[in-house]
Every structure is written in structure tokens, then in C-alpha cells.
């Protein structure tokens, strides 16, 4: 049989555990160090396909919880009563038309990563536009000390991102989880405790 070549200790131990993609050990170090998603939690999952981010939450918010799933591409989840997915281009989201589709929000997920060129510049401007969007939409409809996690890619902007950041969150952190490939840029940024009013 031929070898996936990305193929590591994660996606077997995801793959043994039913999860639907490696990644979900990222969003599971994230949330055991910083306490994010608790029984009942409304959360929206920004870039959830396939999904392993989403059934992780879905596990963990319970029946009294939600989490909503934005992706243009379809997760590989089965209709589950706590689980609902908006198939839409973040590029094209208004987000007016979406707080009033979720309310106000305890968690916002962004895994968002645009398809790499391979061409080191382009892959961390498109993955920049995403990082700004997905902020826009935590902004807009967070709770009051609701928290934010989010995809960035390592270059020149994550200094004047965490900055600004800083400006709507008690607290700023950043974590590159362990189940992370050794060649990415990929880091995460966490903001813990939304200061600002969220406008529903
Ligand atoms: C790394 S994957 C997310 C993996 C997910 N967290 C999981 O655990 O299964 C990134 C996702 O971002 C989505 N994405 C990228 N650009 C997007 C856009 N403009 N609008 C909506 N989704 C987008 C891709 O379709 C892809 O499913």
C-alpha cells in the first residue's frame, strides 16, 4: 500500500481516535491551556472543513451548547442537533447578516488557511486578509469576554496583529501546539477576554 507522505503520529492517532482531521490536537492544546470551551458554549468555527475542530466543540459544549461551522467547503460532519453549518465564502460574509443569524458568540475559531502557492509572500498575504476578516467577524460578534482563536501565518504583520489585538482582549497570547508540522509558519493567536460591547 502506498505511504501518505504527510502522514505522521497525529493522523494515525486521529485517525484511531475517529477524528476527522489531524489538526483537531492543535485546537485540544489550545483549549486545555486556556480553559476556552465549557459546557454550553456558542461557538463559530471559521474554516471548519472537514471538521475536526467542530466535533471537538460539539463534544465538548454538550447538548445546551452550539457551534457553527463556516467553510466553502463541506465538513465531513452528520447532522447533529448542536452542529450547524453556513456554507459561504468568508470573503463574501456580511457581517451583519450573520450576528443576526448566531447572536452573540462565547468562542470564534479561525483554522482559515487559503490554498498555498507556495510562494512565501503570496501564501502569507492571502492568509493575512483571511487572519484580518476573521478578526472582523470576533469583533463584531463576540460577548463580552468571549475569546478569539486564530490562524496566522509567522511574517512581518503578526507584530502590528497581536498590537491590535491588544486593544479588544485582557490578554494576548501565542501558541504553535505541538501536532503543528515542523515546516510551517503556522501560529495561533488567542485573545482572552473580548473588552469590547458586542453590538446585537
Ligand atoms: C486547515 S483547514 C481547517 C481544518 C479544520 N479546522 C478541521 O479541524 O477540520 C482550512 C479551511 O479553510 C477553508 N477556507 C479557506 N479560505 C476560505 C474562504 N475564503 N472562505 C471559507 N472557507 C475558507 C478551507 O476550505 C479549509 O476547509
Known amino acids: 500500500m502506498m505511504k501518505n507522505k504527510w502522514e505522521?503520529?497525529?493522523t494515525r492517532k486521529a485517525r484511531d481516535e475517529k477524528w476527522?482531521?489531524?489538526?483537531v490536537y492543535k485546537l485540544q492544546e489550545?483549549?486545555?491551556?486556556?480553559?476556552?470551551?465549557?459546557?454550553?458554549?456558542?461557538?463559530?468555527?471559521l474554516g471548519c472543513a472537514p471538521g475536526s475542530w467542530s466535533q471537538y466543540g460539539i463534544k465538548k459544549v454538550g447538548k445546551q451548547g452550539e457551534v457553527i461551522g463556516i467553510d466553502c467547503a463541506k465538513p465531513k460532519i452528520s447532522n447533529l442537533p448542536n452542529f450547524r453549518f453556513i456554507s459561504a465564502d468568508i470573503l463574501d460574509i456580511n457581517i451583519k447578516w450573520l450576528k443576526n443569524e448566531t447572536g452573540a458568540l462565547d468562542l470564534v475559531l479561525s483554522d482559515l488557511a487559503p490554498a498555498t502557492t507556495g510562494i512565501k509572500d503570496t501564501d502569507i498575504n492571502r492568509s493575512m486578509?483571511?487572519?484580518?476578516l476573521a478578526s472582523e467577524i470576533a469583533l463584531g460578534?463576540?460577548?463580552n469576554k468571549g475569546c478569539f482563536v486564530c490562524k496566522i501565518f509567522e511574517g512581518n504583520e503578526i507584530k502590528s496583529f497581536k498590537t491590535d489585538m491588544k486593544k479588544y482582549f485582557r490578554q494576548i497570547r501565542l501558541l504553535k501546539p505541538q501536532a503543528t508540522r515542523k515546516r510551517s509558519r503556522e501560529i495561533y493567536l488567542i485573545g482572552i477576554n473580548f473588552t469590547?460591547?458586542?453590538q446585537s
Do not use: W
Open 8 to 10: 505522521d503520529y497525529y
Open 129 to 132: 486578509i483571511l487572519t484580518a
Open 30 to 45: 489550545i483549549d486545555q491551556k486556556f480553559k476556552l470551551i465549557r459546557k454550553g458554549s456558542r461557538i463559530l468555527d
Open 20 to 23: 476527522l482531521a489531524r489538526s
Open 196 to 198: 469590547g460591547e458586542c
Open 141 to 143: 460578534i463576540l460577548k
